[in-house]
């Protein structure tokens, strides 16, 4: 079983920058990919970023690419996604999950997920 606290929301500007942490629990981190996935009011969830259990490959959706940077720490057991650039649109809960096995944006196959974290950002 994964447990995962993320932290770090709260509200910013626009064009501001805001990094979002999540702790995870147990002592097998290094063996799960993690990914970040948000929610905005009204729609689906949608995939952030992803990042593997070596943190060697990194994955993200295209509207966040050169903006937002997923990464980890293992001697934490910490995931941290650092946004720049944010916009109103970013707004959303953004989520943490694990899972054991090969990097995806697939959201499905992520069976461990924290609570959430909501993000606001103002114009």
């Known amino acids: 079983q994964v447990q995962l606290v993320e932290s770090g929301g709260g509200l910013v500007q626009a064009r501001g920058s805001l990094t979002l942490s999540c702790a995870a ?10 990914g970040w996935f948000r929610q905005a009011p009204g729609k689906e969830r949608e995939f ?13 959706a295209d509207s966040m690419k050169g903006r937002f940077t997923i990464s980890r720490d293992g001697a934490k057991n910490t995931v941290r996604l650092q946004m720049n650039s944010l916009k109103p649109e970013d707004t959303a809960v953004y989520y ?8 995806t944006n697939d959201q499905s196959l992520f069976p ?12």
């Open 112 to 123: 461990y997920w924290g609570q959430g974290t909501q993000v606001t950002v103002s114009s």
């Open 25 to 34: 629990s147990g002592r097998t981190f290094s063996t799960y990919a993690m």
């Open 96 to 103: 943490c999950a694990a899972r054991f096995g090969p990097l």
């Open 48 to 60: 952030v970023a992803a990042i593997s259990d070596s943190g060697g490959r990194t994955y993200y």
